[in-house]
T-cell receptor, first 113, second 114 residues
Framework: AQSVTQLDSQVPVFEEAPVELRCNYS??????LFWYVQYPNQGLQLLLK??????LVKGINGFEAEFNKSQTSFHLRKPSVHISDTAEYFC???????????FGDGTTLTVKP | ETGVTQTPRHLVMGMTNKKSLKCEQH?????MYWYKQSAKKPLELMFV???????ENNSVPSRFSPECPNSSHLFLHLHTLQPEDSALYLC?????????????FGPGTRLTVL
């Protein structure tokens, strides 16, 4: 079994400030890790993914995430946010064997001017 | 058309109606998924099809009936729904279930059951 916990349901931040969205997971097997973004009235779009190799992963729109195996975390960061980053962000894990994906509850990022 | 498309984008139906949601992917993928996204609830996986065969049904009520005639098309047939079924229904596809790739999502169908 696997689970995903997004530690903050809402993150308000001012424009140009840095932001970190936290994600912890638990799994008895190896996993792949993903971050998705959902803008209003749209589906989910992949931001970045960790499959193997370097633990620091860079994605689209200036986002990056770091896989920390010992802490079972995959936190998402951006050094300077824009108004347009306002959206819902989902962390997801996928079992490398069975391919079953589990999503976190989501974090609403609100960027204020 | 590119990516994953869903029709209709919005649907309002009564509890006695029968309607269908359609999903089409233009990515050459072999796995397709239905998710339900309700307000204040996590994303719920409903069904998975891999090479047109249903591989997962997460205890979804029988008033939801999926159909996958080929790897590019996925339907969700709806009948005698309840108001609590109102939600955003998302379709997704991926290369093959279990592969390393991510899922690609459609824009969703916003369903309201009166």
């Amino acid at each position: 079994a696997q689970s995903v916990t997004q530690l903050d349901s809402q993150v308000p931040v001012f424009e140009e400030a840095p932001v970190e969205l936290r994600c912890n997971y638990s799994s008895s097997v190896s996993v792949y890790l993903f971050w998705y973004v959902q803008y209003p009235n749209q589906g989910l779009q992949l931001l970045l993914k960790y499959l193997s190799g370097s633990t620091l992963v860079k994605g689209i729109n200036g986002f990056e995430a770091e896989f920390n195996k010992s802490q079972t975390s995959f936190h998402l960061r951006k050094p300077s946010v824009h108004i347009s980053d306002t959206a819902e962000y989902f962390c997801a894990v996928r079992d490398t064997n069975a391919g079953k994906s589990t999503f976190g509850d989501g974090t609403t990022l609100t960027v204020k001017p | 058309e590119t990516g994953v498309t869903q029709t209709p984008r919005h649907l309002v139906m009564g509890m006695t109606n029968k309607k269908s949601l359609k999903c089409e992917q233009h990515l050459g993928h072999n796995a397709m998924y239905w998710y339900k996204q309700s307000a204040k609830k996590p994303l719920e996986l409903m069904f998975v099809y891999n090479f047109k065969e249903q591989t997962e049904n997460n205890s979804v009520p029988s008033r939801f009936s999926p159909e996958c005639p080929n790897s590019s098309h996925l339907f969700l047939h709806l009948h005698t729904l309840q108001p609590e079924d109102s939600a955003l229904y998302l379709c997704a596809s991926s290369q093959v279930q279990g592969e390393r790739g991510e899922q690609f999502f459609g824009p969703g169908t916003r369903l309201t059951v009166l």
